[in-house]
């Protein structure tokens, strides 16, 4: 129901009509109109009669003036000559929200409105958001937790399909289930608790890989922001942050799978901005996906041999590590559990010459038992291999790895040693949970 009105049934263009207007995480403007244009046509299809191919659309003065009232709400008055193409992102978020309102929405869906801007952009994009809904209804969805929590009415809250919380931020805030969900503590400790290891301080081995302000994003924007990293010889790494904040993003960039905007990444060092994904790998560097992304037609040990390189592990070295491969060695991908299959994946980065392995999500969606599986054969590898593991779940990973970094709204807000992180539950919540902060409070009252 909308406006007393039954939608379900409605295709997009009717509910558009009715006062539904929407953004999208992906950005859907006209690159080659002007930033005017772009509103215009959007005024434009509202109004009966002004779409006719050879109407002088400057001469459409209600039109016209309607566009300038809604460049002058969304603060673009100043470049309405410009071209998109060549707008910054901050302000092609803003352009996309203003035409949402050309349609003269009564409730306004936005999908990450946030995503890839800067901290200076974060601040105008959120001001504007409040704004709105003094006079609009407005449905946002948004991983920025902090602005979130700072703007909002009421939350709703979901995790994995289901329903788990709504209501006031401030109760939202300090529900358990929210807690669990984003800080990525088990309340009823269902998970597997991670074994006792003697942590190894590797800080004073040969540094393996060095970001230096590493800056990317997908389309102009900007997922991360000066990021430093180092990883040294042998070390076991964590990175963690909440969804969205650019670990998967940091991971592709170190890679090769995604071009950086700006900065250095240095193997052993070498340079590693102008190579290709495979020269990278023949490097040493081995990307374990979320995803596992293994030949679903092809048996385990298939699989296996496909990746194979003189140096790497070899087969019975890999069901060592992994005994439970060597019983499914003759089983296709595709009849895996999701815990044998990420046994599969971390196994083919093994059987290449690795020496620096990134994990992404390696025990996500994965039972308890299969868990302790994973993670003792991680903790074989320690010392052998570097890693870099990024980990929803901070309670699983940091007892088993040397140093931690914590991205949030993609920059370092910590590195250092994880016992720290570990023991320090407050930290944790400040930069993983979705605990209000007094700085939190105090940013989003001003």
């Known amino acids: 129901m909308f406006d007393d009105t039954e939608v379900t049934q409605l295709p997009m263009h009717a509910r558009a009509r009715l006062g539904i207007g929407r953004s999208f995480q992906i950005l859907s403007i006209f690159p080659n109109l002007t930033v005017f244009e772009n509103v215009r046509v959007a005024v434009q ?31 673009l008055t100043d470049v309405a000559a410009e071209q998109c193409v060549n707008l910054p992102h901050g302000a092609k978020r803003l352009l996309e929200i203003g035409i949402t309102l050309a349609i003269d929405s009564k409730l306004l869906l936005l999908d990450e409105p946030l995503a890839g801007l800067a901290e200076s952009d974060r601040v105008i994009v959120a001001d504007l958001i409040k704004k709105l809904a003094q006079t609009h209804g407005v449905l946002l969805i948004e991983h920025d937790i902090d602005r ?29 289930d ?40 997908y389309g102009g924007s900007t997922v991360l922001e000066a990021v430093d990293l180092t990883v040294h010889a042998g070390e076991a790494v964590a990175l963690l942050g909440r969804n969205g904040v650019g670990k998967t993003t940091l991971l592709r960039s170190l890679c090769g799978t995604l071009t950086i905007s700006n900065g250095d990444i240095v193997f052993e060092g070498r340079p590693l901005a102008r190579l290709k994904p495979y020269e990278i790998n023949r490097l040493g560097i081995s990307l374990v996906p979320e995803g596992r992304r293994l030949f679903p037609n092809l048996t385990v040990a298939e699989n296996l041999q496909l990746a194979a390189r003189p140096g790497g592990l070899g087969l019975d070295a890999v069901f060592e590590l992994f005994p439970r491969l060597r019983e499914r060695r003759s089983a296709k991908a595709e009849s ?13 980065a093994l059987m290449v010459p690795s020496k620096l392995i990134l994990l992404d999500e390696p025990f996500e969606g994965l039972a308890p038992a299969v868990v302790k599986e994973v993670m003792d054969a991680l903790i074989k590898l320690r010392g052998k291999v570097a890693m870099v593991i990024v980990e929803h779940h901070a309670e699983l990973v940091l007892p088993i790895v040397d140093r931690a970094y914590v991205l949030v709204n993609g920059q370092i807000a910590f590195s250092g040693d994880a016992a720290i992180l570990e023991r320090d539950h407050e930290l944790q919540a400040r930069l993983l949970g979705v605990v209000q902060t007094e700085a939190a409070r105090a940013r989003g009252a001003a």
């Open 45 to 75: 299809a509202q109004r009966k009669g002004s779409g006719r191919l050879l109407t002088d659309a400057y001469a459409l003065d209600t039109i016209n003036a309607r566009t300038w009232s809604i460049l002058d709400a969304v603060g």
């Open 148 to 176: 979130v929590l700072a703007i909002s009415d009421r939350i709703s809250v979901l995790h994995q399909g289901r329903m788990i919380a709504d209501g006031k931020p401030s109760e939202v805030a300090a529900n358990p």
């Open 178 to 217: 929210v807690i669990a969900a984003y800080l990525g503590a088990a309340k009823d400790g269902a998970q597997a608790a991670p074994p006792a290891i003697e942590r190894i301080a590797r800080a004073r081995a040969a540094v393996l890989l060095e970001a230096i302000s590493v800056s990317a994003g």
């Open 336 to 348: 895996l559990s999701g815990g044998e299959r990420q046994m599969v994946a971390i196994a083919r």
